[in-house]
């Protein structure tokens, strides 16, 4: 089992910048792939970016690559988003998940294993 806790969501002006973090507990994740993926109101669930178990490969969504870094400290069992030049198109509930494939690149909602409750992040214009 592994439980995975969102933090750091909240309002922020567009172009401001807001960093959010995915605590997990349970077991260590350093052999899992993470992932962040966001949902809008009325919208489905989309990727947003994934980073492999030892963060040595990442990839995006062509919506955030050069807004959006994605890390991970697998000493602190924590991965974070950071996010630059916000839009307010990036407003969404952000969703942290884990997928015990350490591929570099799977970006579906049902590849993925433990899912965070979510954090809203709101950018204003």
């Known amino acids: 089992q592994v439980q995975l806790v969102e933090s750091g969501g909240g309002l922020v002006q567009a172009g401001g910048s807001l960093s959010l973090s995915c605590a997990a507990s349970g077991r260590t994740i350093s052999t899992y792939a993470m992932a962040w993926f966001r949902q809008a109101l009325g919208k489905d669930r989309e990727f947003v970016a994934r980073?492999?178990?030892?963060?040595?490969?990442?990839a995006y969504a062509d919506s955030v690559k050069g807004r959006f870094t994605i890390s991970r400290d697998n000493a602190k069992n924590t991965m974070y988003l950071q996010m630059n030049s916000l839009k307010p198109d990036d407003t969404a509930i952000y969703y942290c998940?884990?997928?015990?494939?350490?591929?570099?690149?799977?970006?579906?909602?049902?590849?993925?294993?433990?899912w965070g409750q979510g954090t809203q992040v709101t950018v204003s214009s």
């Open positions: 980073i492999t178990g030892s963060g040595g490969a990442t």
């Open positions: 998940a884990a997928d015990w494939i350490n591929a570099a690149t799977r970006f579906h909602v049902d590849e993925y294993d433990y």
